[in-house]
């Protein structure tokens, strides 16, 4: 028994949809056939997976999340706090799964096991925005709105649609922030919607940064900043501009960087890893390089 690796299977209870939490015993019978030895925990309540990582981490190989986004980004900034950091093994149960996405992880459970036992470990990068850490995005401004209020329902049922149909309904009320940016030493002021700082390629279901290998380990993070119009007619730019991650479109403008500050004329709402953040009116953003090592 000395001799076999432990996990810690960490199961969000309430994350994705049900044929997801259907799957954990296929999970547990992969990860068994593979000789590992598995302690489970499941989760009660938002902070749950920090506490109990943070806590018992450092006894175990491989911390394993069954979980959504938030959840993997409660994981991560336990993780990064540990002396002895285990091997991070993700089995996306989400809605979105951004993070799953980025490594081409399978949200068959039972397949996304299989990967943890038989894969390959492999380093990739954190964002960090003042003391806290992100996986693969932090944004601010109207992202947040779409994020928050796009309905859950309608996200099981349409996927990454409904946020566009969200985004559609805000946009002629929303007002845009007055901010003053440095981005790896070039300073200006711009009059933003939304801005994202992206960790790899996929953010709400759609590639926004050029797909490649090392997206995620690369050193750098891909910033996104969304200007304001007043031209509602002109509106359209925002998608032609995001969702073309080879260029600059009007009003859509891209970046790479491994330090941002960013000061606004008023407090923010930020999403980080989709889940709802502080409200900050001043960040310092950078790119943590191979900080933590996923099984992939």
């Known amino acids: 028994m000395e001799n076999r690796k432990k996990f810690l299977f960490v199961i969000n209870p309430v994350s994705g949809k049900k044929h997801s939490k259907e799957q954990i015993l296929d999970a547990l019978n992969e990860f068994s056939k593979h000789g590992f030895f598995v302690e489970t925990y499941i989760t009660q309540a938002t902070m749950d997976a920090y506490d109990y990582i943070l806590k018992y981490?450092?006894?175990y190989d491989i911390v394993v999340i069954s979980g959504g986004d938030g959840t993997l980004n409660e994981a991560t900034n336990a993780l990064i706090q540990l002396e002895k950091i285990p091997l991070?093994?993700?089995?996306?149960?989400?809605?979105?799964?951004?993070?799953?996405a980025n490594f081409d992880l399978s949200t068959n459970l039972q397949e996304a096991a299989k990967t943890v036992c038989e894969g390959k470990a492999d380093e990739f990068d954190?964002?960090?925005?003042?003391?806290q850490y992100f996986n693969y995005v932090a944004g601010f401004g109207m992202i947040c709105e779409v994020s928050f209020e796009t309905d859950q329902e309608l996200k099981h049922?349409?996927?990454n649609l409904a946020y566009v149909i969200k985004a559609i309904s805000l946009l002629p009320n929303l007002k845009p922030y007055h901010v003053k940016m440095n981005i790896d030493g070039e300073e200006f002021e711009k009059d933003l919607m939304f801005g994202l700082i992206i960790n790899g390629v996929r953010v709400s279901g759609f590639d926004l940064v050029e797909k490649s290998e090392d997206a995620m380990k690369d050193g750098t993070l891909n910033v996104i900043l969304v200007e304001h119009t007043p031209n509602l007619l002109e509106l359209y730019n925002y998608p032609v501009g995001l969702l073309n991650p080879t260029v600059n479109g009007k009003y859509v403008t891209r970046y790479q960087a491994k330090h941002i500050t960013i000061e606004a004329n008023e407090p923010m709402k930020w999403t980080l890893d989709g889940e709802k953040g502080e409200e900050r009116d001043k960040a310092e953003i950078c790119v943590i390089p191979r900080a933590l090592k996923i099984v992939c």
Not at 126 to 131: V, W
């Open 57 to 59: 981490g450092e006894n």
């Open 88 to 100: 991070l093994g993700y089995l996306p149960s989400g809605t979105m799964n951004d993070f799953g």
């Open 126 to 131: 954190l964002g960090k925005i003042n003391d």
């Open 157 to 159: 049922v349409l996927g």
